[in-house]
């Protein structure tokens, strides 16, 4: 793992999931984030490093090696701000509590295959995204 970079591990048959991944890639103007699906080897090596329970937390896992991991709509609004610019308001979510905040997250998340779709297999990235994807 490159020194400095963050993991986001995302749900990589579920829609609304790689089209936030693609969200990011095109913001990622730092080079600061590489991406691993949560059902490929590395993501469960990840969370099981981390004793994680995927039951519990099944859509996205932000990991800053060596510091701290975030979930939910923690691992949302921290990803914000490390994008920077006008994804630093994001920060505003933050005085909301984590509970209403995480609750809003969860039904999203419920509902994700019903309403974004679901796909076969995980997504392949692109030869030039490659490097940006681990395993």
Known sequence: MEKGKKIILFDGVCNLCNSSVQFVIKRDKKDIFRYAALQSEV????????????????????????????????????????????????????????????????FVAKNRYKWFGKQESCMIPTPELKSKFLG
């Open 43 to 106: 993501g469960q090596r990840l969370v099981n490093q981390r004793h994680i329970d995927t039951s519990k937390v099944d859509s996205i896992i932000l990991i800053e090696p060596g510091v701290a991991y975030y979930t939910k709509s923690d691992a949302a609004l921290e990803i914000a701000q490390d994008l920077g610019g006008i994804w630093k308001l994001s920060a505003i979510f933050t005085w909301i509590p984590t509970s209403i905040r995480n609750s809003i997250y969860d």
